[in-house]
C-alpha cells in the first residue's frame, strides 16, 4: 500500500480536461516524474491539439480551471474562448492547482501530431493520459540547453539505461 | 552503468558515495521510482518539490520573522 494518497495537480488538471474531451499529451518535468526521474519541477507543461474543435474544449475545460495568464496586469482582459486561443500558441496559466503551461509547439519536434506519434498511454490515478515518449522528451532537452535542462538530461539519461538494464 | 563505491575513509573525494552514474545522478533514487507506479511517483515527486518550495521561501525570509 502507498503512503501517496494526496491527488497531484497533474491529476486535477488531466480530470478536468479529459472531462472536456480535449487531446493533449504529458511533457516536461511532469513527463520527467512519470518516468522516474528525481529532479524538482513546480509546474503542469501539456502539448496540446490545435485543432478547432480541441480548441472550443480547452476553452471550455479552461473556464472550469479558471486560469489567470501569469505575471499579466490583473485588469488586463483576457477571454477563454476558442478564438483567443487560437491567436497565441504557447499560454502561461497560473490555476488554483498551480502553474500550467500549455504549449503548442516544441522545438525540434513539433506539434500535438508529431509528439502523438511515438507517445506512450500511462494510467494516472484511474485516467489514461497520453505522455510523450522519453527519447523525444530526450531531444527537446538536447535541443533547448538551459542549465535546468542539463540537469533533467542526466536524469533522463540515466532512466534510459535503467530501462535498458530491466529489458536484458 | 558506472557505480561509486561506499565512501571508506581510504576515499579522498567528498562525492564518492552512494550509487551514482558518471553525471552524479544518484540511481538509488530513479530505481526507487522506478518501484513505484506512475500515479505514486508523480505524488511522490509533487510532494516532495512543495517541501523544497517552502524550505525555500522560509530561507528566504527575515530570520526574525522565522519561527
Redesign the interface.
Same mark, same amino acid.
Given at each position: 500500500m =502507498?503512503e !501517496?494518497? /494526496? $491527488? =497531484?495537480?497533474?491529476?486535477l488538471i488531466s480530470e478536468i480536461l479529459l472531462s472536456e474531451g480535449v487531446e493533449f499529451i504529458v511533457v516536461g518535468g /511532469?513527463a520527467e516524474?512519470?518516468f *522516474? =526521474?528525481?529532479r524538482?519541477?513546480?509546474d503542469v507543461d501539456l502539448c496540446y491539439r490545435r485543432t478547432r474543435e480541441n480548441l472550443r474544449r480547452l476553452a471550455s475545460a479552461l473556464r472550469k480551471l479558471k486560469p489567470s495568464l501569469r505575471n499579466a496586469p490583473p485588469d488586463l482582459p483576457f477571454q477563454i474562448d476558442e478564438q483567443s486561443l487560437a491567436l497565441g500558441c504557447n499560454f502561461t496559466f497560473d490555476t488554483p492547482f498551480g502553474d500550467l503551461d500549455l504549449l503548442g509547439f516544441l522545438e525540434p519536434i513539433g506539434d500535438f501530431e508529431a509528439i502523438s506519434a511515438g507517445a506512450e498511454s500511462?494510467?494516472? *490515478?484511474g485516467l489514461s493520459v497520453k505522455v510523450i515518449n522519453l527519447d523525444d522528451l530526450i531531444r527537446i532537452k538536447e535541443y533547448i540547453r538551459r542549465p535546468k535542462d542539463q540537469e533533467s538530461l542526466? /536524469?533522463l $539519461?540515466?532512466?534510459k539505461?535503467?530501462r535498458a !538494464?530491466h529489458s536484458d | 552503468m558506472a557505480k561509486t563505491p561506499n565512501k571508506s575513509p581510504a576515499s579522498n573525494s567528498p562525492t564518492d558515495y552512494g550509487e551514482q552514474d558518471e553525471n552524479g545522478v544518484d540511481l538509488s533514487l530513479i530505481r526507487r521510482n522506478l518501484r513505484l507506479s506512475p500515479t505514486e511517483r508523480v505524488r511522490r515527486a509533487e510532494r516532495e518539490s512543495k517541501g523544497l518550495l517552502h524550505l525555500r521561501k522560509y530561507v528566504r525570509r527575515d530570520p526574525e520573522k522565522r519561527s
Amino acid at each position: 500500500m =502507498s503512503e !501517496e494518497t /494526496q $491527488r =497531484s495537480a497533474l491529476e486535477l488538471i488531466s480530470e478536468i480536461l479529459l472531462s472536456e474531451g480535449v487531446e493533449f499529451i504529458v511533457v516536461g518535468g /511532469q513527463a520527467e516524474w512519470l518516468f *522516474g =526521474s528525481a529532479r524538482p519541477t513546480f509546474d503542469v507543461d501539456l502539448c496540446y491539439r490545435r485543432t478547432r474543435e480541441n480548441l472550443r474544449r480547452l476553452a471550455s475545460a479552461l473556464r472550469k480551471l479558471k486560469p489567470s495568464l501569469r505575471n499579466a496586469p490583473p485588469d488586463l482582459p483576457f477571454q477563454i474562448d476558442e478564438q483567443s486561443l487560437a491567436l497565441g500558441c504557447n499560454f502561461t496559466f497560473d490555476t488554483p492547482f498551480g502553474d500550467l503551461d500549455l504549449l503548442g509547439f516544441l522545438e525540434p519536434i513539433g506539434d500535438f501530431e508529431a509528439i502523438s506519434a511515438g507517445a506512450e498511454s500511462m494510467d494516472l *490515478g484511474g485516467l489514461s493520459v497520453k505522455v510523450i515518449n522519453l527519447d523525444d522528451l530526450i531531444r527537446i532537452k538536447e535541443y533547448i540547453r538551459r542549465p535546468k535542462d542539463q540537469e533533467s538530461l542526466f /536524469q533522463l $539519461r540515466a532512466i534510459k539505461k535503467i530501462r535498458a !538494464e530491466h529489458s536484458d | 552503468m558506472a557505480k561509486t563505491p561506499n565512501k571508506s575513509p581510504a576515499s579522498n573525494s567528498p562525492t564518492d558515495y552512494g550509487e551514482q552514474d558518471e553525471n552524479g545522478v544518484d540511481l538509488s533514487l530513479i530505481r526507487r521510482n522506478l518501484r513505484l507506479s506512475p500515479t505514486e511517483r508523480v505524488r511522490r515527486a509533487e510532494r516532495e518539490s512543495k517541501g523544497l518550495l517552502h524550505l525555500r521561501k522560509y530561507v528566504r525570509r527575515d530570520p526574525e520573522k522565522r519561527s
